[in-house]
Each structure stands twice: as structure tokens, then as C-alpha cells.
């Protein structure tokens, strides 16, 4: 059993984990293969099946226990082609890794890996996926999960953890074969200025989370972001105090610009990648200081062979000091 690493009495500690592909796609229907999803079955035959494993996504959960987090941010891509049968496997693993309380979730790209014919099946995510019990009565009117079938009407969510304010956005939607783009579309944009913007006013520690990778030049042009920019314009006018964000199997550090500075992107690894890249997840420990908050990531990233996992402290560092005073709200 691994001792928890140690931190501050009043830190809150936030394990970040993204894209475990833990499913195995199991379809009732041939009509539900009938599009991008067969090439896309045929690659998980042939290779992404033998790196992405169910052994190494368990031992990370069993990791990040040993750590007691406050709470689990997963930023997507829990499928391989977006299944309705799949979603179902996900929903499990999700009420085993906690309830809607504890852990929220965004989708990736492969959750929404072609187009439904009804209603979005992401809705079986709905407990870890969506407002607070009592939203703030000022949010934004969305349409439910269960009555669209673009899944990005029902973001972003705003959960609220003392005066952190945890934001979730989709950039999730159906791409043509060989492309796993995302985007967020304007209207969802608008929603997310607005959502910012209130929890600028509160002078709450804001986290977006977004499976998409926000930072230019760190992923390929067919794995893109397309509508960074106005992403990025949107922090650069409301402000951020963190985004996490998944997609690139790998940890990465990027920078967005807000109205007093800037803020950190942060790329989780893939949970459950056995190659080229190690496993592993992020622990951050967010606590209040003098007029401010602190921020520590840590990753934690796993080694070894079937039966003989083990984690290892790869990078700690502490990200630059939020001052209380330059939280804003344009
Ligand atoms: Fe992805």
C-alpha cells in the first residue's frame, strides 16, 4: 500500500486523470457500424487494444485511493468508438471510481465517435457530468443531455468545491474518419464567458476543464482544437486560474493569456497507456495562502510489468501564486 505523498492540512487535492479508452466496443446493431466506427474497430483490433489496458487503468485507480484526493477530474475519452453499450461499461467503472459528488467528467472526442441517430447516449454520465444539485440560479438555461443530440447543449457544467469552482466544457462531437478534432461552437463559448465571469465575481479559483488541447504547436493539425483561438479569447477576457485538459497521452505545460498575467494548461497522461508513453495522472494540491491561493502539480506516472505495477513521483512543482485580488470578472 503506498503512503499518500504529504501536503498541507487545508489543501484541497484535486487528481486529474484523462482518456483511459477502458471499453471494449460491443455493438447490438450493424446499423451502429455503418460509419467512421468500423475502421475505428478494426484499429482497436489490430493495436489500440493492446496498448491501452485495463491492469494498468486499475493500478492507477488503486494509486490515486492511496493519494485520498477531495475530488477526480477525468477529462475524457473513457470509450473507443462511443458505443451506447460502451457508455453503459464506462458508467460502471464510474460508480466503482465514486459518485457524481466526488468526481466529474467531460467527454473526448472518442466518446462521441460518430453520429447518433437519437438521443446522445453520454447521458448515462449525467451524475458526474452536469451542474450542481442546486445550480446557481443565475446559470446559463441549457438544454438536457437526454433531449439533444449535440451533447455540447448541456455545457459547460459549474460544481462548486468550497471556493474552488470546477467548470466542465465539451469539445466533443462526431469527426470524419482519420480526424479527432474538437470544438466548443459559439454558443457554448458565450455560456463559458458568462460562467467565469460569476465565479471572477465570487473571487473563486476557477478550473476549466476541456478535453482538447488549448496551447498551439503542442499536437498535430488532425487532433487540433478548432476554435482555439476564440477559446483563448474568452480566458484572455475573463480569466482562469487553471485548465486541465487531456488528448495527448502525455503531461504537457502550456499558457494561456488572462486580464492580469496568465494561467497554466495542464495535459494529464493517458491513464491506461501501456506505450510509448507511461501511464499516470496528476495530483494537485490547491490551497488558500495570505490574500491568494498556491498551487502544487504532481505527476505521478507507473512503471513495471503485468502483476508488478508500481508509481513514481516524476515531476512536482509548485505553479505560480494566484493573487485573491487579480481574480477577475470582465
Ligand atoms: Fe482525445
Redesign the pocket.
Known sequence: MTSPLPRSANAWRLAHLS?PHLTVPDWRHWREMLNKRAPGYLAWRRRRRHVHRREILDALVQDIGCQQPDHIALT??LTQLGLASECHQARHWLEQLGDGETVSVIP???DTYAPERGASPLSLWGPWMQDDPEPDTSSPSRSCLTQSRDNRAAFPWVRRRGGISLIGTSTALPTPWTM?TGGLGDAQLERLAECLSRAGQRGDYRIVMI?HVPCPGMIRWRKRLTDMAAFRQVIRRCGVELVLH??AHRPLLGWLDTPTGRAPALGAPSASLSHPEPAGYALLDIMPITKGWSTTVTYRTLSGHSGHWHFTTRDSARLPDVNASTITAA
Open positions: 482518456d475524457g475519452d473526448g472526442n472518442h479527432a478535453h487531456g488528448h
